[in-house]
C-alpha cells in the first residue's frame, strides 16, 4: 500500500498544541512549528476506520482492555523486539509521563536523588522536582558526533546512593538507540548497586539506522525485575492524543505498589479510543510503519546534507532513532534568548531551543522530522536566509 507522507494537511484550528499556539508561544501566527514530537502525519489506515467506527458509535461509555488488546501488545513486542512479555505484568496508564511520576513515587522517597543523563527530555526533570526528588545527573558525553554514557561517573552516582534512575532509551534528544553492550554494562551496575530503573522506552519502534533496539528488561531476568517499562503506542503511530500507554513490570512486588499507586489516584481506567486504536496499530499497521520509517530516514538524510551544504557552522547528530534531529549550534555563539529570537522571530520557525533539555543542551537545536519534505525543506531555507542576515 501507499502513503501520503509528502502531502500536508492543514492542522490549523484542530485544538492541535504544535498549530494552534503560535500566536500564544511565538508572537506570530505563521511560525513554522517543528517543535513538540507529534507527527504531521495521518494515522495508518486501520487506526483511522477503527476510531471512526468507534466514534459511529455515538455512545463514549467507560471501555474496558480484552485478552485480544493484551495479546495485540505482547505479540507486538515479540515480533518486533524479540521480548516476551507476560500479559500480568502489563499496567494502562493515562500517559508514558504519568507512569513515570507515579513510579519514582513509588521507587523513591522525598528528598532521594534519582538519575538522569542529560540532556534529556525536559519532563524528566518536572517530574523528579515535582515529587520532592532531586536530579543526580550523568550528563552523557558527545565523542565523535555521538553521545555516549559516562559509566564512571554513574557508577559514582550509584555509590554515593542513587537507588533510581530514568532512563530514556531511545534517548531523547540525542537519538541514540543504546548498544546491547552498553544496556548490559548499565545493567551491571544497576545489579551490583541495586538500583531500579524506570525505563522510557516510548520511541522503541522509531529506529532510523540498521540496528535494533533492545528493550532493557529483555536483557536478563535479574535486570528486569529492576526495572519499570514505559512503553505506548503514540509515537510510533502518531496517536498521542488517544492516551494509550502501558508500564510492563515483571518483578510482582513493584507491580504490586504501582497498580496500587494507579488505585490510589484512581487513573486505572481506559480510553475510549484507547484499545481498540492499539489493536489496529499493533495488529495491522506494521507496513505504514516501515513505510514512515522509511520517510523520516530520508528527511533525516535531508536535513543533515542541508546543514552539511548549507549551514557548515553547525553539526547535527545523526539520529539513530526516534524522529528528532539534534543539532549543535553552539559555533554560532548565541545565548538562549537570541538563538530562540532567531528563530521566532528572523526565521518564523520554531524547532526545540536545546537549554529545555538541560544545561548540556545549551546551544543545541531539536528538530522534529516527522513532517512532509516540503515543509522541512522550507523551515531549514528560512533557518538559513535567518542565519545568513545575523
Ligand atoms: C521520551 C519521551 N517520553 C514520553 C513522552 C510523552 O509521553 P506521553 O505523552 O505518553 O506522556 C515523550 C514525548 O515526546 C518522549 O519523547
Known amino acids: 500500500m501507499t502513503y501520503h507522507f509528502d502531502e500536508l494537511y492543514p492542522r490549523k484550528g484542530t485544538l492541535s498544541l504544535k498549530w494552534d499556539q503560535n500566536e500564544s508561544l511565538f508572537g506570530d501566527p505563521d511560525v513554522l512549528p517543528l517543535w513538540v514530537a507529534d507527527m504531521d502525519f495521518r494515522c495508518p489506515p486501520a487506526v483511522i476506520e477503527t476510531v471512526k467506527q468507534r466514534a459511529e458509535l455515538g455512545m463514549y461509555g467507560y471501555t474496558i482492555r480484552t485478552e485480544e488488546y493484551l495479546a495485540a501488545i505482547t505479540s507486538w513486542f515479540e515480533r518486533r523486539h524479540n521480548w516476551k512479555i507476560q500479559p500480568e505484568w502489563l499496567t494502562d496508564t493515562p500517559g508514558v509521563v504519568p507512569a513515570l511520576s507515579i513510579a519514582i513515587q513509588v521507587l523513591s522517597e522525598p528528598g532521594d536523588p534519582v538519575i538522569v543523563q542529560s540532556p534529556v527530555y525536559n519532563p524528566f526533570y518536572d517530574v523528579i522536582r515535582r515529587n520532592d526528588r532531586r536530579i543526580a545527573e550523568n550528563p552523557l558525553r558527545l565523542r565523535d558526533g555521538r553521545y555516549e554514557m559516562d559509566y564512571e561517573h554513574l557508577e559514582s552516582l550509584m555509590r554515593e546512593g542513587a537507588k ?3 532512563l530514556c532509551s531511545p534517548h531523547n534528544p540525542g537519538g541514540r538507540v543504546w548498544d546491547r553492550d552498553e544496556l548490559e554494562k548499565l545493567g551491571q551496575l544497576c545489579e551490583q548497586y541495586d538500583v531500579k530503573i524506570i525505563s522510557d522506552e ?9 540496528k535494533k533496539h533492545v528493550p532493557l528488561a529483555s536483557l536478563s531476568d535479574s535486570i528486569a525485575k529492576l526495572t519499570v517499562s514505559c512503553l505506548a503506542p503514540s509515537k510510533t503511530f502518531n496517536m498521542p492524543g488517544l492516551n494509550s500507554s502501558f508500564t510492563c513490570i515483571s518483578n510482582p512486588e513493584i507491580k504490586r ?9 484512581a487513573v486505572g481506567g481506559v480510553s475510549f479510543f484507547g ?28 536535513a543533515v546534507s542541508f546543514i552539511h551544504e548549507q549551514l557548515p557552522m553547525l553539526r547535527p547528530i545523526i539520529s539513530e532513532g526516534t524522529y528528532l534531529l ?10 538562549s534568548t537570541a538563538i530562540k529570537q532567531l528563530m521566532y522571530r528572523e526565521a518564523r520557525i520554531a524547532f526545540n531551543e536545546g537549554s529545555l533539555y538541560g544545561e548540556q543542551g545549551s546551544g543545541f537545536l531539536r528538530v522534529n522530522l516527522a513532517c512532509p519534505r516540503a515543509l522541512l525543506s522550507q523551515a531549514l531555507d528560512q533557518f538559513k536566509a535567518a542565519i545568513d542576515r545575523i
Open 164 to 166: 533510581l534512575m530514568l
Open 202 to 210: 516510548i520511541h522503541c519502534d522509531l529506529v532510523l539506522a540498521d
Open 257 to 265: 505498589l504501582f497498580d496500587e499507586r494507579i488505585q490510589t489516584i
Open 275 to 302: 484499545p481498540p486504536a492499539t489493536i489496529a496499530a499493533y495488529n495491522e499497521s506494521e507496513d505504514w510503519l516501515e513505510a514512515l520509517l522509511d520517510y523520516v530516514r530520508g528527511n533525516m538524510n535531508y
Open 326 to 335: 539534534w543539532v549543535d549550534c553552539r559555533e554560532l555563539g548565541l545565548s
